[in-house]
């Protein structure tokens, strides 16, 4: 039997027989929510629907309710309880805690018992080993330490047998530490990063130490890269600093567990491990299921969470999945996501998320870091208007550079384009390791 | 008396807590000469032979382990770990930079194993029960995430011990001690009212001010507990302005990370208890090496007596202390630093 896949009789499970189990957890999950958690229990009761009703998985779909950060936000102001009502469990049983990262406002809370790390564990085993990671190898793992993922990487690594050398908050200010560490002690794995640092502000640290950044960074043969999806442009330039790298992006939907990692060569999506989430693509605005493919909502379920599970929760992560199995035999949907769904902007009936705007930035050296925001500063927009930090360092004629972008964007999107110059520290920052891509001064 | 975690091993008898020390200080000598290429470079050159050390006072023989030193072994033999390695680096659980920023050059590592982990879960359940945890409290504890701390909370599925929070029956809330987070420190205690955070002092000023953004006051997060993490002992006038801000009591925890040492005050507050039954503290004069006389201040030397990773023997920190070895009133017979 290959070695390939960490757990091959899951991953490659016949889609029918996916299918199956998957509705087995489904089934068991509701009759679990309906009894323990007052949230869904209240929902339930107010859509008038039963655990007994969900014969189907098209009944689930057609009965069991969305609901989105919001509304639990309500019920957390309405009754008091910080869980909002999703906590199943007697509130010992949580053995971590942590919030969101809180990218969309005031974070909201999740937490775990033993039961629920286990699984992630399982997730992270998953994604390092098929992404290739294995035991003894040299690794750099950087940690978040409120952050829900923290747990299940920090649990993988020990349990494939890496050296895993702790690491900083991928912060922007603690760079300078990544750059000496990396020239040190030259690992071969990075089983978390962020992407901005992965992208840009490890490799100009490195320079800026008077290193070239691709020979330091060649020893580098994996990364999990965090926080933020790398658009193809980025990926280029990624490869040009780390000339050895397997980009494995992880980028966003926090704890839905519907959290696609890049783990196979031969698409640049990630997979989704479908025994752990149920994930359904919606139209944002109607709910209905899109096709194959198309940009839609995530809508998530948790089908084995025991301490705060999730069901039909709308995460606001706009991604595209596909259905049909890899070429590595994983029957698991893949897909990659590719903004939040609150990021659309529309101008005269066409709809931007920044990562359109992103892959323009990024084939100029003057602005490959992507420091920008797309401002929303009206309800009827016929123009799109973009926010832009440029290189001082690199940039030789501001005005020129600003009107080949205006221009390039232009042509690429067909619409109007305002480009406005800010300074970087300008562009703001709701988490510290996230910029704000997108900006609402509609909203007071 | 007050609560103990460990009341056998907090309130044992000194001459019987002395007894034990040697005994694991033996053992431990002769576990870093077998393993550790430092240690037996460096007792070689000093001539002494470990059968030499009979009793604790004896450990003065003993050449000081420099920071200097080890960095010049580093880059000498091109040894990560600086020859202190002692275990095949498949035990290592996780390897940790020095809790400094920005880096020094040539950064020392510290190794952790399984059975490290272990011993420092233990240290942290007596210190949470001295600062009056309760089973079922929920805590804030804030630390970089490069330090090992955090992982003393984080349930881990394969490892033989279970997390502090699992042993004592807390919630913990692990946060970043960057000040820029204290945000999110406010944001998670509003909702979770814990009894109890352990931070330093740059993020809880920074959390007063974020306090004073939304226009409360810090007595109304509700702390009723605040352990000062810190590489310093703090004087009492700064500990006596936090209490009176926060209305709260406030317990200084000194952390010395290389060496896996941690020491706190009870609530009498009259210094720091060490763990003697896993470290030996001595107080030396930085320049001769030479220890002070009782009871006089001079650089804390830190033997570590229990860990299997990377252990140091009299290391020598850039902490100023003296020592009391008298019994303290809490009825713990383990002896107290003070400041200067």
């Known amino acids: 039997m290959s070695h390939e896949l960490w757990n091959p009789r899951i991953e490659t499970m016949p889609r029918d027989e996916l299918k199956e189990l998957q509705f087995k957890f489904i ?68 053995i971590n805690l942590w919030t969101s990262s809180g990218t969309t406002g005031m974070p909201t809370l999740g937490a775990a018992t033993r039961n629920d790390i286990y699984l992630g564990t399982e997730i992270m085993c998953r994604n390092l080993w098929d992404g290739g990671f294995r ?62 640092v992965f992208a840009s502000f490890l490799p100009l640290a490195l320079k800026q130490l008077g290193y070239e950044p691709s020979e330091i960074l060649s020893c580098v043969k994996f990364a999990v890269s965090m926080g933020e999806p790398l658009s193809p442009v980025a990926r280029e330039n990624v490869k040009k600093n780390w000339p050895n790298v397997r980009i494995m992006d992880a980028g966003g939907a926090g704890e839905s567990w519907c959290w696609p990692v890049e783990i196979c060569r031969e698409h640049v999506t990630g997979h989704i491990w479908e025994d752990m989430g149920l994930p359904e693509i919606l139209d944002p605005d109607t709910h209905e299921t899109v096709a194959p493919g198309e940009r839609g909502e995530l809508v998530a379920t948790n089908l084995r969470v025991k301490g705060l599970p999730y069901i039909r929760f709308s995460t606001e992560d706009f991604l595209e999945l596909y259905t049909e199995p890899c070429e590595r035999g994983i029957t698991h949907s893949y897909g990659r996501i590719l903004a939040r769904t609150g990021w659309r902007i529309k101008v005269k009936d066409r709809t931007f998320i920044p990562f359109d705007v992103e892959v323009i930035l990024q084939k100029h050296p003057e602005t490959i870091k992507a420091m920008f925001s797309l401002v929303k500063y009206s309800s009827t927009m016929d123009r799109l208007r973009v926010n832009v930090a440029y290189d001082p360092a690199v940039t030789k004629d501001p005005d020129k550079l600003k009107a080949e972008l205006k221009k390039e964007m232009e042509r690429e999107l067909g619409v109007n384009v305002e480009i406005n110059w800010v300074k970087e520290e300008e562009i703001p920052r709701p988490v510290p390791h996230k910029i704000a891509k997108f900006v609402d001064l509609t909203k007071g | ?40 470079k460096l007792y070689k050159k000093s001539g002494v032979k470990l059968d030499d050390i009979k009793n604790i006072d004896d450990l003065e023989k003993l ?56 011993t420092i879960i233990q240290h942290l359940a007596r210190k949470l029960i001295m600062a009056g945890v309760y089973s079922g409290d ?68 920074q959390l007063a001010a974020v306090c004073q953004q939304n226009k409360i006051s810090p007595e109304e997060i509700g702390y009723k507990t605040i352990i000062l993490k810190e590489q310093r002992i703090l004087s009492e006038k700064e500990i006596k302005e936090i209490s009176d801000k926060w209305k709260a009591k406030v317990h200084n925890m000194l952390e010395v990370q290389d060496n896996m040492f941690y020491a706190m005050d009870c609530d009498k507050h009259k210094g720091l208890h060490i763990w003697e039954d896993a470290f030996i503290a001595e107080i030396v004069d930085e320049t001769t090496g030479e220890k002070v006389r009782e009871g006089e201040a001079g650089k804390l030397a830190i033997t570590n007596l229990f860990a299997k990773g990377t252990p140091m023997i009299r290391y020598l920190t850039n902490v100023t202390a003296k020592i009391d070895r008298s019994p303290c009133d809490c009825g713990r017979t383990h002896s107290r630093l003070k400041p200067q």
């Open chain 1, 27 to 94: 089934k068991s999950q509701i009759n679990y929510v309906y009894a323990n958690s007052s949230w869904h229990h209240k929902l339930y009761k107010e859509a008038n629907v039963k655990p007994e009703d969900i014969k189907t998985l098209d009944d689930f779909k057609q009965k069991i309710p969305i609901y989105n950060k919001d509304h639990l936000r309500e019920e957390q102001r309405r009754t008091g309880d910080p869980f909002s009502g999703l906590c199943c469990v007697p509130r010992e049983e949580l």
């Open chain 1, 135 to 196: 035991p003894g190898m040299k690794v750099f793992s950087a940690a978040i330490n409120w952050h829900w993922v923290m747990p299940s990487v920090v649990n993988a690594c020990y349990r494939l047998g890496l050296k895993t050398f702790g690491f900083d908050f991928p912060h922007p200010l603690f760079v300078d530490r990544w750059a000496k560490w990396m020239i040190i002690h030259q690992p071969e794995g990075i089983s978390a990063i962020t992407t901005e």
């Open chain 2, 1 to 40: 008396m007050s609560r103990l975690w460990s009341p056998q091993i907090e309130s044992m008898e000194r001459e019987q807590l002395e007894e034990m020390q040697m005994e694991l200080l033996k053992k431990q000598l002769k576990y870093v000469y077998q393993r550790a290429p430092f240690y037996q």
């Open chain 2, 63 to 118: 050449p000081l382990t420099k920071t200097v030193d080890l960095q010049a072994e580093m880059k000498e033999t091109r040894d990560e770990y600086s020859g202190r390695l002692c275990v095949p680096e498949s035990e290592l659980l996780a390897v940790y930079g020095p809790n400094q920023h920005p880096m020094p050059e040539n950064p020392l590592i510290t190794g952790i194993t399984d059975s490290d982990r272990n």
């Open chain 2, 138 to 205: 929920t805590i804030q504890s804030l630390c970089w995430a490069w330090e090992p701390f955090n992982r003393l909370y984080m349930a881990a599925i394969l490892l033989t011990s279970p997390s502090v929070s699992e042993i004592l029956g807390i919630i913990p809330i692990t946060l970043e001690i960057i000040p820029l987070e204290a945000p999110r420190t406010f944001s998670t205690a509003r909702l979770l009212k814990p009894s109890l955070i352990i931070a330093d002092t740059g993020h809880l000023r």
